[in-house]
């Protein structure tokens, strides 16, 4: 984003805020998610994404996709993110939520499944029970 850099730094100075601004856009892009703004934050998001891309991009994108009903958009984030951060259980389920809404059921089972079977974490075990799902391949 070289139009945000005057012509008269110095090239240190100007490779530093070549490094620093997708970081900060993408604190700008969380701020405005926070503030519910999904419009604005996909901009700040989508702009430090082209610099950089970076689990905290992608997840920001992904919740505003998912918010904006942006379902193939959200789960390439999603898809990312997780590939990236593997142990967000709360980013999993919504993914499984957007997996649902596409029809892709199967793969949503397997999420939910996933989290099922993570012995470090009963969040999706307790979910799982309370809807008495048994896991496909316990099924089978």
């Given amino acids: 984003?070289?139009?945000?850099?005057?012509?008269?730094t110095s090239p240190q100075l100007h490779d530093w805020l070549?490094?620093?601004l997708p970081v900060l856009l993408t604190s700008?892009?969380?701020?405005?998610?926070k503030f519910?703004?999904?419009d604005e934050a996909t901009t700040y998001l989508r702009r430090s994404e082209a610099m950089k891309k970076?689990?905290?991009?992608?997840?920001?994108l992904a919740v505003c996709y998912?918010?904006?009903?942006?379902?193939?958009?959200?789960?390439?984030?999603?898809?990312?993110?997780?590939e990236k951060q593997p142990q967000d259980d709360?980013?999993?389920?919504?993914?499984?939520?957007?997996?649902e809404s596409e029809g892709r059921f199967d793969d949503a089972v397997r999420t939910l499944e996933s989290l099922a079977?993570?012995?470090?974490?009963?969040?999706?075990?307790?979910?799982?029970?309370?809807?008495?799902?048994?896991?496909?391949?316990?099924?089978?």
């Avoid at 984003?1 to 008269?8: L, T």
């Avoid at 959200?74 to 997780?82: D, I, M, N, S, T």
């Fill in 54 to 60: 970076s689990p905290e991009t992608a997840k920001g």
């Fill in 28 to 33: 700008a892009g969380w701020a405005k998610l």
């Fill in 90 to 99: 709360q980013m999993k389920l919504l993914f499984t939520d957007v997996l």
């Fill in 18 to 20: 070549v490094q620093q």
């Fill in 117 to 140: 079977a993570a012995p470090e974490t009963d969040y999706g075990r307790t979910l799982l029970a309370r809807a008495r799902i048994t896991p496909l391949a316990a099924a089978r």
């Fill in 36 to 38: 519910g703004d999904c």
């Fill in 66 to 82: 998912y918010k904006q009903k942006n379902l193939a958009s959200a789960r390439e984030q999603f898809a990312y993110y997780l």
């Fill in 1 to 8: 984003d070289d139009a945000a850099v005057s012509d008269g």
